[in-house]
Structure formats: structure tokens, C-alpha cells
């Protein structure tokens, strides 16, 4: 059989299957336009066509690190740009209803349009070409033919690129994970606003999907505690958004704590012997936050677990004097507090 004709059987084939699904069913008024209704379903081939409809969360997607997973430069430099194949899996996956939904389930890389990165399709699109919605009364005659699929609900929508670092088995851990606070109840939160073009306002989930790239976003995960007493200083960093470890996921991030204790000349008062490591700047002396790569064998993990506190004390010197409470987040562990990569996330001073 020459190509073209194996090309004919293939669309008589998908043809008489769509016929006995879409069209031999009667359970929807076919005179509907589009959907799963008319029969015709369309073959999606990039997130661009679902713009026209949902431009909001077309605009948000587009902005994210998501669509960003595969031109991000971070990304392209540690996959030795590109060559190293494996990477590709999770930065310009095939749809994960296609591949596995869950933990146990491997993401594979697709052919084509690499650099949409993780896009609608990847996370919506379902093998037989309908499209997945987390609302058991969605609209399923909408013309993108939306059905329910719990798993969009879940965390297993997630998981199967995000326990890489183990965000997921902390998450199950967590207090949140336990009272069933889920990934997308935090990151995902909901604006009222039309979920397509023509339809009436209602609560949609956005799609930015905030993480370590915003510090704004970063600032909402911890309460610093300072207390001066005894001639001590005494400092706790709580994890408390209490949804997984602080930070979690990427070995590159770290969280530094920096406390500059400085006499009532402005001199810096030398650290003291203690669990925190000198500074990369004179005078100060610095706690980190991080999980290590697995190569760094004279590092332990540092990250805050949910709920919990990091707590250090320093010995304040006897005259009066300054102490500078500073919190930096990292997107590299080996760059300098001030550098592009790194924002400062928390900051005081405390006269004693
Ligand atoms: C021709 C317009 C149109 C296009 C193109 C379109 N959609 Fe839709 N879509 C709709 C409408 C209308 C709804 C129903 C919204 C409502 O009322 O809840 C909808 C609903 C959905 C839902 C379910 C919403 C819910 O309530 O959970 C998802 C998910 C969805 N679309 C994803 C996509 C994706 C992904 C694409 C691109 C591959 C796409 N759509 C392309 C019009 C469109
Ligand atoms: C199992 C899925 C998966 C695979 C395979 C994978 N990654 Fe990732 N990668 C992720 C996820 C999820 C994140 C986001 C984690 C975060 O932000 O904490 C990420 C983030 C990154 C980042 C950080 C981007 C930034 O902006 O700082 C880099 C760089 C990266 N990956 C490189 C790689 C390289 C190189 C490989 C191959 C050796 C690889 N990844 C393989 C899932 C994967
Ligand atoms: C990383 C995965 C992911 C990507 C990428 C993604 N979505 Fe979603 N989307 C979700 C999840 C998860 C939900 C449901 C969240 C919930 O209700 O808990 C959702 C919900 C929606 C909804 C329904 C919103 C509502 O609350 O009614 C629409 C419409 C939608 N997505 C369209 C799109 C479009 C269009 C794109 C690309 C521009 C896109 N999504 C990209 C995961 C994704
Ligand atoms: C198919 C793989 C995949 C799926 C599914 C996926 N992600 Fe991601 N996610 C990534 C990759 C890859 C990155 C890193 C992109 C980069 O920085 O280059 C990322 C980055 C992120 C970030 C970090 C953003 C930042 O500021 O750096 C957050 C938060 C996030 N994802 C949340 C989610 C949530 C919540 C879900 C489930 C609704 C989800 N992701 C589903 C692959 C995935
Ligand atoms: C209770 C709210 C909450 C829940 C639940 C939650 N997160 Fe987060 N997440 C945050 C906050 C706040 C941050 C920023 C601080 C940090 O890095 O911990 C964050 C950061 C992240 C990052 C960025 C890490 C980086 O490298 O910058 C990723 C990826 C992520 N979360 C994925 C997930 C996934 C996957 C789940 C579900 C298994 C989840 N989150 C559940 C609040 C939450």
C-alpha cells in the first residue's frame, strides 16, 4: 500500500470512530455549533488558537515561566542548549492526559512547536481531542468541547513534573495538603471574569502560576520574628504558607537570612562561632535555606518544612548598637546578595 492511500484508510478510520462517538450520539441537540454536538472536532495544534476565545488566560499563560519552560535561558544553558535530550520532557512536554496523569507517570517530549514550552495543550488536551475542564457541570457543548476530568482538580494534574525535588510528597506532608489545600488553590487563584469571549463574568482560575520569579508572590510565604533580650538577638524564619518546604523544588533557589550587627560607630561586630556561615560581604553573617545538588556533599538540606521555624541567636555587643535583619531570595545559590537573580524579600532594623 503506497502512502496516500494508508493516509485515506487512517481518515476513513478516524472518521467512522468519530461518527459512533460524536455523531451516533443523540444525548446533545446536534443543531448546537461546534462542541462535541456537531460531530466535528477540532484538531488542536498550538495553545495560539485558543486565544481568540480565552484571551485573558491566553495573556496570562504567555507571560509565564510555563510558557517560558523551554526559550528560558536558565534552561537552555543547563541542557547544554538542548542537547541534552532528556531535559526536554518536562520544558516541552506531550499532553499529560496522553502520557499519565499523577505521580507515577513519566512526561515525554514532544516533536514540534518546542517553544510554546508547557502550554494549553499539555495540560487540557485530551486523547480523543476534547479538551479537560475541573467543573463537573462544565459547559461541554462550548465549542472547544470541554469535559470534566478530576484529575484537573488535582494535584495529579502537577505531579507528574513537579515531584522532581519531592514538592509533591511534601505537599501530602503538609497542613494544607492534609485539610486537601491543593497546588492550585494556591497558585491558581481565581478572578471574576469571563471564561471565554461572550459568556457572563463568574470566579476563573488565572494561570500565571506565581513561584520564585516573583518576589512579591515570595513575600507572602514567611513571618519573620526578631526579639531582643538578654543581650542577645534572637531570629525565626517561619515557613508559613505551610503548603510544601520553603523554597521547594529547584536546587538553584536559596533563601539567605543576612544579620548585620553593627556597634554605635557604624563598625561591624565580627560573628560569632555559631550554625551560621560567614557572609559574602564583611561584617555580616548569613543562614541558608536550601536543598543542595546531590554533588555538594558538604551541604545538608536547609529548607523551612511547612509550619515550621528557623530560629538563631547572636550575642549583641554590650554598647549600644544596630542589628540589620535581611532576607534575600536566589534563583542560583552562588550569586551575590545584590545580583540580578536575587531580590531582597524581607528587611529591618532594630536598635538595642
Ligand atoms: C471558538 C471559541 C473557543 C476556542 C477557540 C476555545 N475555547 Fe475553550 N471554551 C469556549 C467557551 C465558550 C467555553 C465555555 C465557557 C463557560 O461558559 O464556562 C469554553 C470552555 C473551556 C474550558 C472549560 C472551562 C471550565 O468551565 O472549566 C476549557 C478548559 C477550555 N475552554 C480550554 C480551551 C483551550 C485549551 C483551547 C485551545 C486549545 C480552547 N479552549 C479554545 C470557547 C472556546
Ligand atoms: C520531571 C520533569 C523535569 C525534567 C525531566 C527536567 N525538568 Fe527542569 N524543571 C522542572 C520543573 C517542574 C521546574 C520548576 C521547578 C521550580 O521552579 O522550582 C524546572 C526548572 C528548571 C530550571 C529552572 C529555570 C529557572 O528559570 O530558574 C532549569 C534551569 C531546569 N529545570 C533545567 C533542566 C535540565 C537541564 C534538565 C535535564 C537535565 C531538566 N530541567 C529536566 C521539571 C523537569
Ligand atoms: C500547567 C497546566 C496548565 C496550563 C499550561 C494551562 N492550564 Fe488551563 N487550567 C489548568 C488547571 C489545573 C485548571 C483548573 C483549575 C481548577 O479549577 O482547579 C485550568 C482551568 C482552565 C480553564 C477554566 C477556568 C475556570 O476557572 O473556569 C480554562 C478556560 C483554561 N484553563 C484554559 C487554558 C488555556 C487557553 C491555556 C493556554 C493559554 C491553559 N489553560 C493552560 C491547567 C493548565
Ligand atoms: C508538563 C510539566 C508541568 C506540569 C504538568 C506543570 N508544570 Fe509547573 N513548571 C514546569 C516547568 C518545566 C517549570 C519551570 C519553567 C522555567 O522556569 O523554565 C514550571 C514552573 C512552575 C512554577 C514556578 C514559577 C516561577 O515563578 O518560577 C510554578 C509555581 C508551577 N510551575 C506550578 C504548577 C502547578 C500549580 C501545576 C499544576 C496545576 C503545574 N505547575 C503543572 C512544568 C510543569
Ligand atoms: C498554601 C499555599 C500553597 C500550596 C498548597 C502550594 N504552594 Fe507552591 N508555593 C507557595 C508559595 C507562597 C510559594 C513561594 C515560596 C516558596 O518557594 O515556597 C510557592 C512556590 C512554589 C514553586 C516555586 C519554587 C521555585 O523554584 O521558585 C513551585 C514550583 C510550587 N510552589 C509548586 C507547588 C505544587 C506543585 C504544589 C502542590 C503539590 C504547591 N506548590 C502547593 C504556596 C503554595
Not at 510528597?169 to 486537601?180: L, V
Not at 541558608?288 to 536547609?302: A, G, K, M, Q, V
Not at 534563583?331 to 538595642?352: C, K, M, N, T
Amino acid at each position: 500500500m503506497n502512502a496516500a492511500l494508508r493516509l485515506l484508510g487512517l481518515l476513513a478510520l478516524v472518521g467512522v470512530i468519530g461518527y459512533l462517538v460524536w455523531g451516533g450520539t443523540d444525548d446533545v441537540d446536534p443543531t448546537q455549533k461546534g462542541g462535541a454536538s456537531d460531530g466535528e472536532l477540532r484538531v488542536w495544534q498550538s495553545s495560539e488558537e485558543c486565544a481568540s476565545c480565552h484571551p485573558e488566560i491566553h495573556a496570562e499563560w504567555q507571560g509565564s515561566w510555563h510558557a517560558r519552560a523551554y526559550t528560558d535561558p536558565a534552561f537552555r544553558s543547563q541542557s547544554e542548549s538542548y542537547r541534552k535530550r532528556d531535559c526536554v520532557a518536562c520544558h516541552a512536554p506531550r499532553p499529560i492526559f496522553e502520557t499519565g496523569t499523577g505521580l507515577y507517570e513519566r512526561v515525554l517530549p514532544r516533536a514540534d512547536r518546542l517553544h510554546e514550552g508547557v502550554d494549553c495543550l499539555t495540560c487540557h488536551l485530551l486523547p480523543d481531542g476534547r479538551l479537560a475542564s475541573a467543573r463537573p457541570d462544565v459547559d461541554t457543548t462550548a465549542p472547544c468541547a470541554p469535559v470534566f476530568m478530576k484529575a484537573l482538580q488535582t494535584v495529579d494534574v502537577c505531579a507528574p513534573c513537579h515531584n522532581q525535588h519531592d514538592t509533591v510528597d511534601e505537599w501530602r506532608r503538609s497542613p494544607q495538603g492534609q485539610a486537601g489545600v491543593g497546588c492550585n488553590d494556591c497558585h491558581m487563584p481565581v478572578e471574576e471574569r469571563a471564561p471565554a469571549t461572550g459568556r457572563s463574568p463568574r470566579p476563573v482560575r488565572t494561570h500565571v502560576m506565581k513561584g520564585g520569579h516573583y518576589p512579591d508572590y515570595v513575600a507572602t510565604a514567611f513571618k519573620v520574628e526578631t526579639e531582643i533580650r538578654d543581650g542577645r538577638l534572637r531570629v525565626g524564619v517561619k515557613n508559613t504558607h505551610e503548603g510544601h518546604n520553603l523554597p521547594t523544588d529547584d536546587r538553584g533557589r536559596a533563601l539567605d537570612l543576612v544579620v548585620t550587627i553593627q556597634d554605635a560607630a557604624g563598625n561591624f561586630v565580627p560573628p560569632p562561632e555559631s550554625l551560621v556561615k560567614p557572609g559574602q560581604t564583611e561584617g555580616t553573617f548569613r543562614a541558608r535555606f536550601r536543598l543542595p545538588y546531590r554533588d555538594e556533599f558538604s551541604e545538608i538540606n536547609t529548607q523551612i518544612p511547612p509550619g515550621e521555624n528557623a530560629t538563631f541567636e547572636w550575642e549583641l555587643p554590650a554598647e549600644k548598637g544596630r542589628a540589620t535583619v535581611e532576607l534575600y531570595f536566589k534563583l542560583q545559590p552562588y550569586i551575590l546578595d545584590g545580583a540580578d537573580d536575587s531580590a531582597r524579600v524581607h528587611r529591618q532594623e532594630l536598635e538595642f
